[in-house]
């Protein structure tokens, strides 16, 4: 089995959002960058698909700055045996330039299965997967929660409105993973070590210009403040006024 | 003139509610450009609910029909809104950012080599260009885009566009289209359904959480009942808490890592309000809180709070809401 998995470093989620001063990105001053998590989970199926296996390779590729080798390094403690960074200032807004990065760099690798997280929880996209796997040509199955592999055939199941979806796929295909299709390990100490020796090859990119312009970041709109209507089973009818006479809701 | 085209959404041969808020959505960037809203609907068959989009303002319906595309099948229905984009000029593709409209938006886009703009939540024009607003870092920021390129690709939030009626006579057709056997290599062998009538959390006008508050899972029958009372309309919720100790289907998680709602009324019902849980309600239009600890966060974005004991309130609230549906 020779896998890839696409992994992004993204601001944690505990992260208090300040905008930078050009108005149009998070100021990164003090912010913690993490491991997308749910690309933990690609991860994570990657090693188990391997073991199981028994042999093959997994291949980390990030696209992003110069610290995405931290975000490397994370994968390659958990067992990746490699990573590719492809090094750029800034990461784009624009999904479809990311994904045509990470296809170049996929094209010829000879992968049995691609997976991608189902978003990154910075921008909240859940693009840059199915786009790679058109860019490829290949077979793809998102939001995965549950999959078996025969052969070259695999069945993933996807959590749809009101229901799951059962999808039948051959390989290779891209797979984009949600939380449920496993829980990620937590790298062990001898990971660690290990990671630190393991091949990491940087690769200065040139990104298109794509097509999206990113205007302004700006806070959300103030919730108005918050009003505690009282206490107990006595605030019940003023609860319901204000749902039927102010916020008009009932 | 902004050509607008809607890419809608049905199930079982019934088009999906979802498919209003798109059609209400494009309307919105067509009378901003005063252009029209081609609506697309792919099914097996004629789809119900189709010729009724006039409603909200569509002015054309063209019901695609192949035999493979009774369920969503990702090659086959790419392949026919690919078709279909090139076959005209339009400005605009809108979608809604549904479990189907994730996968297909972004193929789309990839196919044609343009942008997309997910979970949108305002558009405009403005100049003569497209923009969308977008939340990221779960909500705690918005994301004002301009899409340069044509079409510009949106998919819309759901429950953000309420449906507005905009009657006009729309002209419907259906084609027969062309896909590869079986729509694809990526076949749907079959939806398991949830239970018959119950909505989705993130499709529910009302949506009625627990959190860790409830003590046990049994005690969701409270919430249950809550949610019947409002007849129809209310699902339930649950904190990631709860899901992880197997309380509730991850289905039902709203948050970060589940799902994230934007119903017209969320109660939030002993759940703290963490950072990660409000990622995925904090777009509410209302939010109420029901919690014993006056200092709980949620209470911050609550726009009204109850303090107090739950099973007291919970019950009490049921047969209130009861009586006003009755
Ligand atoms: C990467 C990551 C992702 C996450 N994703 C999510 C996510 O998607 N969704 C999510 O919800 N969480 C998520 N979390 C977890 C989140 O941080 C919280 O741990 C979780 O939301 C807490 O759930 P809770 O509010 O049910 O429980 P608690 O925080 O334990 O709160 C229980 C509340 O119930 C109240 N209460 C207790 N008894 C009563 C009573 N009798 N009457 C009234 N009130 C009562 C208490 O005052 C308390 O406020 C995530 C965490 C991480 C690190
Ligand atoms: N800059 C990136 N580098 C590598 N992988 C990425 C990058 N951006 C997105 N991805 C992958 O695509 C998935 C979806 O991201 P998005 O479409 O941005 O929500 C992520 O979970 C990653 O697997």
């Known amino acids: 089995m020779k896998i890839a998995v696409c992994i992004k470093r993204v601001a944690d989620s505990e992260t208090r959002v300040k905008i930078a001063a050009d108005g149009k990105a998070l100021d990164e001053a003090g912010v913690k960058f993490v491991l997308n998590p749910y690309d933990e989970f690609a991860v994570e199926e990657a090693l188990r698909r391997k073991e199981q296996a028994g042999s093959g390779e997994v291949v980390v590729v990030a696209l992003g700055p110069a610290a995405a080798q931290e975000t490397i390094r994370a994968a390659l403690a958990m067992g990746v045996d490699r990573g590719v960074l492809l090094q750029v200032d800034r990461i784009p807004a624009d999904g479809l330039v990311v994904a045509q990065a990470l296809a170049a760099e996929l094209k010829d690798g000879g992968y049995d299965l691609i997976l991608c997280g189902k978003m990154a929880i910075d921008d909240y996209n859940h693009q840059v997967g199915p786009m790679v796997a058109e860019l490829l040509g290949l077979p793809c199955v998102t939001s995965i929660a549950h999959l078996e592999l025969q052969g070259n055939t695999g069945v993933a199941e996807r959590e749809v409105e009101g229901g799951i979806e059962v999808c039948e796929f051959p390989l290779p295909a891209v797979l984009t993973t949600d939380k449920g299709l496993n829980e990620p390990r937590y790298p062990a100490l001898k990971g660690i070590m290990a990671a630190k020796k393991k091949p990491l090859d940087i690769k200065p990119t040139a990104l298109a210009v794509g097509g999206l312009e990113v205007l302004a970041m700006t806070p959300p709109p103030d919730r108005k403040d918050g009003r505690i209507v009282g206490e107990g089973v006595a605030a019940i009818p003023e609860l319901l006024r204000l749902l039927r006479e102010e916020a008009k809701v009932l | 003139m902004t050509a607008v085209l809607a890419v809608l959404e049905q199930r079982d041969g019934a088009l999906r509610k979802v498919s209003h808020e798109v059609v209400t959505g494009a309307r919105r960037l067509a009378d901003a450009g005063s252009g029209t809203v081609e609506a697309l609907v792919l099914g097996g068959g004629t789809v119900s609910g189709a010729d009724q989009l006039g409603r909200f303002g569509a002015d054309r319906v063209t019901t695609a029909t192949h035999a493979a595309l009774g369920r969503y099948t990702p090659e086959g229905y790419t392949r026919v809104v690919v078709e279909r984009v090139r076959?005209?000029?339009?400005?605009?593709?809108?979608?809604?950012?549904?479990?189907?409209?994730?996968?297909?938006?972004?193929?789309?886009?990839?196919?044609?080599?343009?942008?997309?703009?997910?979970?949108?939540?305002?558009?405009?024009?403005?100049?003569?260009?497209?923009?969308?607003?977008?939340?990221?870092?779960?909500?705690?920021?918005?994301?004002?885009?301009?899409?340069?390129?044509?079409?510009?690709?949106?998919?819309?939030?759901?429950?953000?566009?309420?449906?507005?009626?905009?009657?006009?006579?729309?002209?419907?057709?259906?084609?027969?289209?062309?896909?590869?056997?079986?729509?694809?290599?990526?076949?749907v062998r079959e939806i398991k359904a949830?239970?018959?009538?119950?909505?989705?959390?993130?499709?529910?006008?009302?949506?009625?959480?627990?959190?860790?508050?409830?003590?046990?899972?049994?005690?969701?029958?409270?919430?249950?009942?809550?949610?019947?009372?409002?007849?129809?309309?209310?699902?339930?919720?649950?904190?990631?808490?709860?899901?992880?100790?197997?309380?509730?289907?991850?289905?039902?998680?709203?948050?970060?890592?589940?799902?994230?709602?934007?119903?017209?009324?969320?109660?939030?019902?002993?759940?703290?309000?963490?950072?990660?849980?409000?990622?995925?309600?904090?777009?509410?239009?209302?939010?109420?809180?029901?919690?014993?600890?006056?200092?709980?966060?949620?209470?911050?974005?609550?726009?009204?709070?109850?303090?107090?004991?739950?099973?007291?309130?919970?019950?009490?609230?049921?047969?209130?809401?009861?009586?006003?549906?009755?």
């Open chain 2, 87 to 187: 076959a005209r000029q339009y400005d605009a593709v809108v979608f809604p950012a549904s479990a189907t409209g994730r996968d297909l938006a972004p193929r789309v886009a990839a196919r044609l080599g343009v942008p997309l703009a997910a979970d949108v939540t305002d558009l405009g024009i403005e100049g003569g260009a497209i923009w969308a607003t977008r939340p990221v870092y779960a909500g705690k920021a918005l994301l004002k885009v301009k899409l340069l390129a044509r079409p510009a690709l949106l998919s819309l939030r759901p429950n953000v566009f309420t449906p507005v009626e905009r009657p006009r006579a729309a002209a419907a057709e259906t084609a027969k289209v062309d896909v590869p056997e079986r729509g694809g290599r990526v076949v």
């Open chain 2, 194 to 326: 949830a239970a018959a009538g119950a909505l989705d959390v993130a499709e529910a006008p009302i949506v009625v959480s627990g959190g860790r508050g409830l003590k046990e899972p049994a005690n969701f029958r409270l919430l249950e009942e809550l949610a019947r009372a409002f007849g129809g309309k209310a699902a339930v919720g649950a904190s990631r808490a709860v899901v992880d100790a197997g309380w509730r289907p991850h289905a039902d998680q709203v948050g970060q890592t589940g799902k994230t709602v934007s119903p017209t009324l969320y109660v939030a019902v002993g759940i703290s309000g963490a950072i990660q849980h409000l990622a995925g309600m904090r777009t509410s239009k209302v939010i109420v809180a029901i919690n014993r600890d006056k200092d709980a966060p949620i209470f911050k974005v609550a726009d009204y709070g109850i303090v107090g004991d739950l099973f007291e309130i919970v019950p009490r609230l049921t047969e209130e809401i009861r009586k006003l549906h009755a």
